[in-house]
């Protein structure tokens, strides 16, 4: 028979971060289905910079070396900017996105534990607003074998218009754009599957998969990832059930773009995110309302990055706000 006291064993940084690691590998594993060797590229190369930025900075700023870079938190950020750019961005790219997140989103705040943005988001806002043709420049599924994707990533030549495709939400934004385009009519096009862009479709569910994983071994609670995708679902179901021509279902907004990285991986962050129960649902719920506004109206056809920093902004608010009374103590 099981007696009491129970007591639960210390959780690390380093433990947390090598189950978000884990909870990725199904993700990484569908993208390279998908796209090809790119995608793992684009990882090492994040992973690289990262780790040479941090040691750097831990060094410039007399940290343990050893203590900081072992405790994983550099390399999850890492592995979301790979996963986030295009398979066959140049490699510049992605190694100055990764080295301005590690530096100037982390550690210029304080470091781990300081920062009041998420570092990956801030690294892939960063490059969209300044690289934004290079960060659309996605090939289709199958299309390149791995030389000519480690030409394009280590070569000069990006004549790659005839080799890269929208993804679904630019598609469908696009689309909508021409003469008497409806939802229904631009959803029947090569791009677009069951419920979300073709083949994109398997990379939710990969990331729906890791998340659950998370959810099980409690490194994330259910508050950020139900309200996120609740609010965005009913938001685009609303919309949807009102002009069906206009606006897409709440499955399509759901299962494409980084709707479900956001929910499991993104928002979730310990640091940059709301802490307090009743402040996990409010800010994720702005999140998906934003997400929804970007997406319909706004430049960018996915809205997951600019929302999260949007909302970071608001977490010292809510956290505020949303503080449950001191036990014994009546609240004010």
């Not at 300044?130 to 030549?157: E, H, K, N, R």
């Not at 809205?303 to 014994?328: E, H, R, S, W, Y």
């Amino acid at each position: 028979m099981i007696n009491s006291p129970f007591l639960r064993r210390p959780t690390s940084v380093r433990r947390v971060m090598g189950e978000v690691l884990l909870a990725l590998l199904p993700a990484l594993a569908v993208y390279v289905w998908l796209f090809g060797i790119g995608v793992l590229v684009q990882v090492l190369i994040a992973s690289t910079a990262a780790l040479v930025a941090e040691w750097v900075m831990l060094t410039i700023l007399g940290k343990p070396r050893a203590l900081f870079l072992g405790d994983l938190s550099a390399l999850v950020s890492a592995v979301l900017i790979g996963l986030a750019f295009p398979p066959i961005a140049p490699w510049w790219l992605v190694f100055t996105a990764t080295v301005l997140a590690i530096v100037i989103a982390k550690h210029l705040y304080g470091g781990l534990g300081q920062n009041p943005f998420n570092p990956a988001m801030v690294a892939y806002a960063l490059m969209i607003v300044s690289f934004p043709a290079l960060m659309s420049q996605w090939p289709g599924s199958g299309q390149l074998d791995a030389a000519t994707q480690l030409g394009l990533i280590f070569g000069s030549d990006r004549v790659v218009d005839a080799i890269t495709s929208a993804t679904p939400l630019d598609a469908l934004r696009t689309g909508l754009h021409g003469a008497g385009a409806s939802v229904a009519s631009v959803l029947k096009g090569h791009a677009f599957g069951v419920l979300g862009g073709r083949g994109w479709e398997w990379i939710s569910l990969a990331y729906l998969a890791g998340g659950l994983y998370l959810l099980a071994r409690r490194i994330i609670t259910w508050h950020i990832p139900v309200a996120f995708l609740g609010v965005l679902a009913a938001i685009s179901a609303i919309a949807w059930l009102a002009n069906p021509q206009s606006f897409a279902t709440p499955w399509f907004h759901v299962a494409s773009g980084g709707a479900l990285l956001g929910a499991f991986f993104i928002l979730t962050d310990p640091v940059s995110g709301a802490t307090t129960p009743r402040g996990k649902l409010l800010f994720a719920a702005g999140a998906a309302l934003m997400t929804w506004i970007i997406r319909t109206w706004g430049a960018y056809p996915d809205g997951v990055a600019f929302a999260t920093l949007l909302m970071n902004l608001c977490v010292p608010l809510i956290d505020m706000k949303t503080q449950p009374p001191v036990f014994g103590h009546k609240k004010s």
